[in-house]
C-alpha cells in the first residue's frame, strides 16, 4: 500500500528537516513525501538537500499571495499518487511505526477512510510556556471531534476527496480566516457520514511547538477566530445546522462564563467575540470561492500526472 505523504511549510527549516527526516526513519517504507514550501527564499529547499537523490522525495513551491497551509495541502494532494494520503505539519517527528499503523488500519478496515491520529507534547515548563497537543479520545462526539482533532496527524483514503472535496483555501494558517483547516475537514467527513477513526496509537511528536505563554494565548485567538470562520463558511453555503448548532453553542457558552465575566475574568468573553467575529467573517466570504471541490481536486491530481515533469525541477533550478 503506497501512502503519499504532504508537509506544508513556510520558513521553518530545521523543524522541517527534523519532521522528514521522521518519516526516512519509518519502519514502513512504501511511501512517498512531498514537501510544499511557501517560504519567500531557498532556505528551507537546501536545508533538505540530503533528500534530493531518494526517488520517494518531491519538492514543490506554492507561493500564491494570500493563500496558506490548505493550498499547499490541496496541492501535494494533487500530485500525488498513493490511495492512502497522510497529512502532518512542518514542525512534528512521526513515531518509527506512524506509517505502519495508518497502513494496518487502513488495511483491516476497507471502508474506513479518515483517520485522526494523536499529537503528543514532549517534556516542557508549564510555566514558561505552552506546546499544543491532542490526546485523541476515541470515545469523543461526533458533533465536537472537529473542534479538537489535530491537523497535525491526519490519514485518509483519496477517495475520500470525492465525497467531501479538498481543504477550503479560505480557512487554516495563512489563509483569510487564519486557523481551522482542520476543523473545517472534520466537520465535512462528519457530515457526509464517511467513516472516521480516532487512534490514539498512531502518534506523532510536537518537537517544535513550544509556544511562549503570549504566542500561545494569540495562538489560541486565532484558533477560536478559524472555527468561527469555519461555521460561518458552512452556513453560508447552506448547511444551516451547522451554524445553528455553533450559535446554540455560542448562547450557552457565555451564559455558563457570565460569573466569572462579572468577576473580572475576561478571557473567555473575549475568545467568544473572536468565534462570534470569525463567524461573521466566514459567512461574508463568497461561499464557494476558495472551497476545492473533489471534481477539482481529480481535475488537478490528473494534470499533474499527465504532465510527468520532475516535482524538485523547481528546487535545482534555483540552485543550477
Known sequence: MLVSIVIPTKQRPQPLRDAVQSVFRSVYQNFELFVVDQSPDDTSALMLE???HDPRFHYL????????????RNLGI????????ALIDDDV?????????IVAEFSADPELDFIAGK?????????????????????LSRWHFPLHASGANFSMRRRLFDRVGGYDEFCGPGSRLRAS?????????VRSGARYKICPHIEVVHTHGFRSHA???????????????????FTRRGDLFAGAWFLAREVKRILSTLPETLRGDRRE???AGQRLRGFWDGFRLPPHEGFVSGEQLRRLHADARAAEVPLAIALRSSSA
Open 50 to 52: 540530503p533528500f534530493w
Open 61 to 72: 513551491l506554492n507561493r500564491r499571495p494570500g493563500f496558506g497551509a490548505a493550498s499547499s
Open 78 to 85: 494533487a500530485a500525488s499518487r498513493g490511495d492512502i494520503i
Open 93 to 101: 517527528e512521526v513515531q518509527p511505526d506512524w506509517l505502519a499503523q
Open 119 to 139: 499529537l503528543t507534547a514532549p517534556p516542557y515548563d508549564p510555566d514558561s510556556g505552552y506546546t499544543p497537543a491532542f490526546e485523541a479520545w476515541p470515545y
Open 181 to 189: 483547516d482542520d476543523t473545517d475537514l472534520c466537520w465535512r467527513v
Open 215 to 233: 504566542e500561545a494565548e494569540t495562538l489560541f485567538a486565532r484558533y477560536q477566530y478559524g472555527n468561527g470562520g469555519n461555521f460561518g463558511r
Open 269 to 271: 468573553l473575549f475568545y
